[in-house]
């Protein structure tokens, strides 16, 4: 079994910034990806950010240039900068490990969170207001 804690988010104007912080315990030798995901009301989990352990990063189209994912493997920690926040970014972040490598690739996002060989945090939750 795999726990993850997410830390660091909270509530920002628009245009300011956070940076959350994801901590794996357990098992977690061979978590081949960790990712980021997040929820706003009324709607569907969508992916944010994925790493891989060999560091290859992946990044929503709509969000590059204002998210970065970083991962520290020593550590078990992975983390997601996010800059020039807007109110749509509002929205509960989770992370996401898994084994298999191929949720790192876009594609599979969509049915990440319905895979029950997926570990997941309880979330962090962003507010950005206007």
């Known amino acids: 079994q795999v726990q993850l804690v997410e830390s660091g988010g909270g509530s920002v104007q628009s245009g300011g910034s956070l940076r959350l912080s994801c901590a794996a315990s357990?098992?977690?030798?061979?978590?081949?990806?960790m990712a980021w995901f997040r929820q706003a009301p009324g709607k569907e989990r969508e992916g944010v950010a994925t790493?891989?352990?060999?560091?290859?990063?992946t990044v929503a189209y709509s969000l590059k240039g204002r998210f970065t994912i970083s991962r520290d493997n020593a550590e078990n920690i992975m983390s997601l900068q996010m800059v020039s926040l807007a109110p749509d970014d509002t929205g509960m972040y989770y992370c996401?490990?898994?084994?298999?490598?191929?949720?790192?690739?876009?594609?599979?996002?969509?049915?990440?969170?319905?895979?029950?060989?997926?570990?997941w945090g309880q979330g962090t939750q962003v507010t950005v207001s206007s």
């Open positions: 996401m490990a898994a084994r298999d490598r191929k949720w790192c690739y876009r594609a599979w996002w969509p049915w990440a969170a319905g895979h029950e060989s997926n570990y």
């Open positions: 357990g098992d977690t030798d061979s978590l081949n990806c």
């Open positions: 790493i891989a352990r060999d560091g290859t990063a």
